[in-house]
């Protein structure tokens, strides 16, 4: 796991100093700690030099290009990893972030075909994937996570792309005679080209869901769309081109028994936790106590048969929030060392303006600084985590899928009226729309709401992109969710688990998200995923039936706890209040953009507002945390 960073003029400035590189790789240092690497280039004189990463040095005034890497070693630890990485020519230049873990099943072939390797690396198999199949059959043949940028110089080509899911970032900073990209945002501070300017036409999206999908608020900063590549030619400009698209599955008509379904889905998600476990350094599990991580853990340790596996946990005095009780049953059913570390209301309000800082956006879930204290002293023990991410999006394991398939329920139907229930005619003109109850289903506050915060909020703005992106989805409703769910709700929950793992030099894997797992998802019988549509308890209902299997019935099939934060009581303690109400509160009422007298009202009744409105003070809080620390 490693960190990007570099830049490339498309007027006819040059490059002069890597002075700005050096500081915008020195801003990511936390990504790739191990090895840095400086590499300027030409498309136009088809030239590259590499430059010294230790200190500012001149360049060549020959260079519109420059490319910077971080290194987190993982595999082959030795120098002969170092990125950037070039082809024996040198005229191809690549810097690869993430792991590919099908990567080793091509090396005879590559060999067969005249290629040498001078190292037991993934990036070099990548590099010579390229030099023999182009970039399209390069990518389509990678089983993993990556950010990859790549200059072909004898093509005159820049490539930039990222894995399938969107489980490793790349961003794209576009202005006036030149381009930036890297893996941080933070990355294009050092730029004097970059300006932090607040993007408000994407604020009612973000007041809504918590995020803008891949788009961020910084103004010119978009993240690469995942299972998409873009080509930079100094003739053409950029080109986008997508390599993989969920809408390729579609549920088969196959129906195999449910014994039999459950069989290649157990071995299946084995094989995928058996090629993550490739590492040349410790390695360990996340483990929650829930379905997702526990079944991870519960493969893991059935592969290694050794003493060397560890879990990691994030545990609260608070028994209503903790799954330690299922923590330990894994882990003694498992005989695994256990690292138990509890999350508390000091640690969280000291730790919310440095996670804001590594996520480089409003906080999107109260659980992220959770997630920022696991890795933290996960380091101490291991330098790779596998993690449960992904599980709920591609087998249906949230409880909206059962709403959603079920709209007009009645359960479903009175609790939606419920949460609107100041506005019932919008809530109901709203939800005859079976694209507004898809979108609106992962949002985080009512229209209602968020109109009240900002008073020219804008629905139809706020749903615009999502709407487009489900009405893109084809197959059942569950499907359609499925699908949905993968390109909009997934890639943010990824970016959290990255920023917050990379902020402590951490490398988190996501067995769950392998390609020939999501694959055979789309192969299971709809019925074998939610065989009772108004049953919660029943979602995702193959994995919980392989969880049983492993840990029993009652560990299974209990209600869905997810990772929840006791959010009420940590801003009721008297430091986050004072820092509410001396830092935050203040800022929120001189910016102007919200109405600050209604988050006021909430700040000075955190005890007795509601459960939404809590969630609505949480978006406002860690929105302005964001834009006061980036200063935008």
Same mark, same amino acid.
Not at 100 to 127: H, M
Not at 131 to 156: P, S, T
Not at 260 to 272: H, P
Not at 291 to 302: G, H, K, P
């Given at each position: ?10 007027s006819e400035k040059k490059i002069g100093t890597t002075h700005h590189l050096i500081e915008a790789l020195e801003s990511q240092r936390h990504r790739g700690p191990d090895d840095t690497g400086i590499r300027a280039f030409s498309l136009t004189s088809m030239a590259s ?48 972030? @993430?792991?590919?873990?099908? =990567?080793? %099943?091509? *090396?005879?072939? $590559? ?8 190292? !037991? /690396? ?54 006036? @005679?030149?381009?930036?990209? =890297?893996? %941080?945002? *933070?990355?294009? $501070? ?8 607040? !993007? /408000? ?66 071995? $299946? ?11 040349d350094v410790k390695l360990g599990c996340q483990l929650s106590g829930g379905v997702d991580s526990s079944l991870v853990t519960y493969f893991a340790q059935a592969i290694k048969q050794d003493n060397l596996l560890e879990t990691v946990s994030v545990i609260f005095d ?124 992962a949002a985080f506050m009512t229209p209602e709401q968020a109109k009240l915060l900002k008073r020219d909020f804008q629905l139809d703005r706020a749903l615009y992109e999502r709407k487009k992106l489900y009405e893109s989805t084809s197959g059942s409703t569950f499907d ?153």
């Amino acid at each position: 796991m490693c960190g990007i960073a570099g830049y490339y003029y498309t007027s006819e400035k040059k490059i002069g100093t890597t002075h700005h590189l050096i500081e915008a790789l020195e801003s990511q240092r936390h990504r790739g700690p191990d090895d840095t690497g400086i590499r300027a280039f030409s498309l136009t004189s088809m030239a590259s030099k590499e430059y010294p990463a230790s200190t500012p040095e001149t360049v060549q005034d020959v260079f519109e290009g420059i490319l910077g890497f971080n290194r987190l070693s993982i595999l082959d630890l030795s120098q002969n990893g170092h990125q950037p990485m070039c082809s024996p020519d040198g005229q191809v230049i690549l810097a690869f972030n @993430g792991e590919i873990y099908n =990567a080793f %099943e091509y *090396k005879d072939e $590559l060999q067969a075909a005249g290629y040498q390797f001078r190292s !037991n /690396t993934d990036t070099e198999v990548i590099l010579y994937l390229y030099l023999l199949y182009g970039f399209e059959g390069m990518i389509k043949r990678l089983n993993g996570m990556f950010a990859i940028v790549l200059a072909d110089l004898r093509k005159q080509q820049l490539f930039l792309a990222r894995d399938r899911f969107g489980i490793k970032p790349l961003y794209l900073f576009e202005t006036t @005679g030149m381009f930036a990209f =890297a893996s %941080e945002i *933070k990355s294009f $501070l050092p730029l004097p080209e970059f300006k932090a300017i607040l !993007n /408000t036409e994407l604020l009612d999206e973000y007041l809504l869901f918590r995020n803008a999908i891949h788009r961020t608020l910084f103004k010119n900063v978009s993240c690469l769309t995942p299972g998409t590549y873009q080509i930079y030619t100094p003739s053409s400009g950029f080109t986008s081109h997508t390599f993989f698209d969920i809408e390729e599955y579609q549920r088969t008509a196959l129906q195999p028994t449910l014994a039999v379904s459950l069989k290649e889905t157990g071995q $299946l998600v084995k094989e995928s936790v058996n090629r993550q476990l490739l590492s040349d350094v410790k390695l360990g599990c996340q483990l929650s106590g829930g379905v997702d991580s526990s079944l991870v853990t519960y493969f893991a340790q059935a592969i290694k048969q050794d003493n060397l596996l560890e879990t990691v946990s994030v545990i609260f005095d608070d028994a209503a929030f903790s799954e330690e009780f299922y923590i330990d049953q894994v882990a003694k059913k498992l005989g695994l060392l256990s690292h138990k570390f509890k999350l508390e209301p000091t640690y969280y309000l000291n730790s919310f303006e440095k996670a804001t800082w590594h996520f480089e956006s409003p906080l999107n879930h109260p659980n992220t600084i959770g997630i920022y204290l696991l890795s933290q002293q996960a380091k101490k023990y291991v330098t790779v985590l596998l993690s449960g991410e992904g599980a709920d999006e591609v087998f249906g394991g949230y409880d909206r899928f059962s709403h959603l398939v079920n709209p007009y329920y009645w359960k479903t139907f009175i609790s939606g009226l419920k949460r609107s229930r100041n506005h019932p005619f919008q809530f109901i003109n709203r939800y005859f729309s079976a694209a507004n109850r898809a979108v609106l289903a992962a949002a985080f506050m009512t229209p209602e709401q968020a109109k009240l915060l900002k008073r020219d909020f804008q629905l139809d703005r706020a749903l615009y992109e999502r709407k487009k992106l489900y009405e893109s989805t084809s197959g059942s409703t569950f499907d359609r969710q499925v699908k949905y769910e993968i390109k909009s709700y997934l890639p943010d929950l990824l970016l959290r688990q990255d920023k917050m793992s990379m902020a402590h030099s951490i490398e988190n894997r996501v067995p769950f998200l392998d390609n020939e797992l999501v694959a055979h998802a789309f192969s299971i019988p709809e019925k074998y995923l939610m065989p009772d549509g108004n049953s919660i308890k029943n979602l995702k209902y193959s994995l919980k039936k392989l969880a049983e299997t492993a840990f029993g019935e009652s560990f299974a099939f209990r209600d869905k706890q997810g990772f929840g934060i006791p959010l009420r009581a940590f801003f009721h303690s008297k430091p986050f209040q004072s820092y509410i109400k001396d830092e935050i509160l203040p800022a929120i009422i001189d910016r102007g953009l919200f109405n600050g007298s209604e988050v006021e009202k909430w700040c000075n009744n955190v005890n007795t507002i509601s459960v939404a409105d809590i969630e609505s003070l949480w978006i406002m809080i860690s929105f302005e945390a964001w834009a006061k620390k980036f200063k935008v």
